[in-house]
């Protein structure tokens, strides 16, 4: 049997040409000048030696190819700690604002309870990954994300209580990340809103600032807000974070002298972009991503990342980074099939065949 190996874009391609030597029975009927050609066809016409040589070929066959797919992929998939980290831009630390108790932020927790958490109950529980990661939960799961929200302005949530910088670093060890986003939330409350303040004090004491990148998150009403910019870049902040949760319209005229601030500090606007099935519906309008373009258009300058990729409104969402270099997709929450689509789109700036990549796309 004559194997054959061909290259083809670094992936060995294997061929097999079985070749049978004639049976002592086939070169009986045969004449010695009968050619040799004529005489392998001879023995292929029986059935009884067809079956025979299949049966001693085909395992033998993929019993090879197995060995060499399987070592192939074994080659592929060890990690041999040479390759690059990844940094994850979209990350929170345990939340606790209005009455709730202020939570320790160093504490590690024998196991991180995730706000959308199945393996609690079962650990063997699956998800599907091809669709917006919250719809594999009920409606029981979403009321229980939505109560555990009001629990952190509230009396405090056991979840958020577990996440904390050692959970965080222990899990990002787990996957291969080297560096993570951290993203406050200023809601806009009278008192207990200084999650910025918190968690950016919180990473200088854990010693970890070589892993935490310290993102601010300023209110678009708050009457300092400019000053807050200010500060918080100064504190080291590289990234604002704004969300639906605000209540306003990123393409507003109020917008403006906040957007006018962020480009000159050079500081990144990371959004809450599109309707993710779990706010209130109260607050679906300010998410639309039609909603972002007049800002985008307005500010060339200043980088925009719309979280989620606009979340259920994807379909909205892309075509602002195909048409803009100021706007990059936040990966998060969206399915294997979105992503690809994702890695298809053509850069704006780009030559026709160029693609989003990896250089638009946050994970």
């Given at each position: 049997?004559?194997?054959?190996?061909?290259?083809?874009?670094?992936?060995?391609?294997?061929?097999?040409?079985?070749?049978?030597?004639?049976?002592?029975r086939?070169?009986?009927?045969?004449s010695?000048?009968?050619?040799?050609?004529?005489?392998?066809?001879?023995?292929?016409?029986?059935?009884?030696?067809?079956?025979?040589?299949a049966?001693?070929?085909?395992?033998?066959?993929?019993?090879v190819?197995?060995?060499?797919?399987?070592?192939?992929?074994?080659?592929?998939?060890?990690?041999?700690?040479?390759?690059?980290?990844?940094i994850?831009?979209?990350?929170?630390?345990?939340?606790s604002?209005?009455?709730?108790?202020?939570?320790?932020?160093?504490?590690?927790?024998?196991?991180?309870?995730?706000?959308?958490?199945?393996?609690?109950a079962?650990?063997?529980?699956?998800?599907?990954?091809?669709?917006?990661?919250?719809r594999?939960?009920?409606?029981?799961a979403?009321?229980?994300?939505?109560?555990?929200?009001?629990?952190?302005?509230?009396?405090?949530?056991?979840?958020?209580?577990?996440?904390?910088?050692?959970?965080?670093?222990?899990?990002?060890?787990?996957?291969?990340?080297?560096?993570?986003?951290?993203?406050?939330?200023?809601?806009?409350?009278?008192?207990?809103?200084?999650?910025?303040?918190?968690?950016?004090e919180?990473?200088?004491?854990?010693?970890?600032?070589?892993?935490?990148?310290?993102?601010?998150s300023?209110?678009?009403?708050?009457?300092?807000?400019?000053?807050?910019?200010?500060?918080?870049?100064?504190?080291?902040?590289?990234?604002?974070?704004?969300h639906?949760?605000?209540?306003?319209?990123?393409?507003?005229?109020?917008?403006?002298?906040?957007?006018?601030?962020?480009?000159?500090?050079?500081?990144?606007?990371?959004?809450?972009?599109?309707?993710?099935?779990?706010?209130?519906?109260?607050?679906?309008?300010?998410?639309?991503?039609?909603?972002?373009?007049?800002?985008?258009?307005?500010?060339?300058?200043?980088?925009?990342?719309?979280?989620?990729?606009?979340?259920?409104?994807?379909?909205?969402?892309?075509?602002?980074?195909?048409?803009?270099?100021?706007?990059?997709?936040?990966?998060?929450?969206?399915?294997?099939?979105?992503?690809?689509?994702?890695?298809?789109?053509?850069?704006?700036?780009?030559?026709?065949?160029?693609?989003?990549?990896?250089?638009?796309?946050?994970?």
């Amino acid at each position: 049997m004559e194997l054959h190996i061909v290259k083809s874009v670094g992936l060995r391609v294997v061929s097999f040409s079985p070749f049978f030597y004639r049976s002592s029975r086939a070169a009986q009927v045969t004449s010695s000048n009968t050619p040799v050609s004529d005489n392998v066809a001879t023995v292929w016409r029986s059935q009884q030696n067809f079956l025979l040589a299949a049966a001693f070929v085909m395992p033998l066959t993929f019993s090879v190819w197995q060995a060499l797919l399987n070592n192939f992929v074994i080659e592929r998939a060890v990690f041999t700690g040479a390759e690059p980290k990844a940094i994850d831009a979209h990350c929170h630390f345990g939340r606790s604002t209005l009455f709730a108790p202020e939570l320790d932020l160093h504490r590690s927790s024998p196991r991180v309870q995730h706000l959308l958490d199945c393996d609690e109950a079962d650990p063997d529980c699956e998800l599907d990954l091809d669709v917006y990661i919250n719809r594999n939960f009920d409606e029981e799961a979403l009321a229980d994300l939505r109560w555990g929200v009001a629990s952190s302005m509230l009396w405090g949530s056991t979840a958020e209580e577990t996440h904390t910088i050692p959970n965080l670093l222990a899990e990002m060890d787990a996957t291969g990340v080297e560096q993570a986003v951290i993203l406050p939330i200023a809601f806009g409350l009278p008192f207990g809103d200084d999650l910025t303040e918190r968690w950016m004090e919180a990473i200088v004491q854990s010693g970890n600032t070589d892993h935490f990148i310290p993102a601010a998150s300023v209110h678009p009403r708050d009457s300092n807000r400019i000053e807050k910019l200010r500060r918080f870049s100064a504190a080291g902040a590289r990234v604002v974070k704004l969300h639906t949760m605000q209540r306003f319209y990123p393409d507003g005229d109020d917008m403006t002298e906040y957007y006018r601030e962020c480009e000159r500090l050079n500081l990144v606007l990371f959004f809450h972009c599109g309707r993710a099935g779990i706010e209130p519906e109260s607050m679906h309008r300010y998410a639309l991503p039609r909603h972002f373009e007049a800002a985008i258009r307005a500010f060339p300058k200043l980088q925009f990342v719309l979280g989620h990729s606009g979340a259920r409104d994807v379909a909205q969402a892309i075509p602002l980074a195909e048409r803009y270099d100021n706007v990059w997709l936040g990966a998060s929450c969206q399915g294997v099939t979105m992503l690809n689509e994702m890695l298809d789109v053509p850069v704006a700036s780009a030559c026709s065949t160029a693609r989003t990549g990896l250089s638009t796309i946050l994970l």
